[in-house]
């Protein structure tokens, strides 16, 4: 068996390398994505109840978060009125 034949005739094992490359890379760089920073686990590959893997999912079917102005209370835009004098 030439090297490299093993890899070909089992495609499903080399999806599983691809998938946890991708998402080692997703969890290194997923603060800068607009997710909250997550740790590497090997065991979060393909498990629907961690969090990372269900962002990772997200990430892939819709891309980066799109950025969002925080926000604060303004009491300056509430109206007119907003401070009463009694």
Known sequence: MQQG???AKNPNI?????DLEEFKDFCRYSFAYGYEGLVFNEK???DSKSRAWTQFLN???YGPRKFR???FNKPWKKGKNFRKSR
């Open 5 to 7: 034949d093993y890899f």
């Open 14 to 18: 080399v999806k599983i390398f691809d």
């Open 44 to 46: 979060d590959l393909y």
């Open 59 to 61: 990430f892939k079917k």
């Open 69 to 71: 102005k925080p926000r």
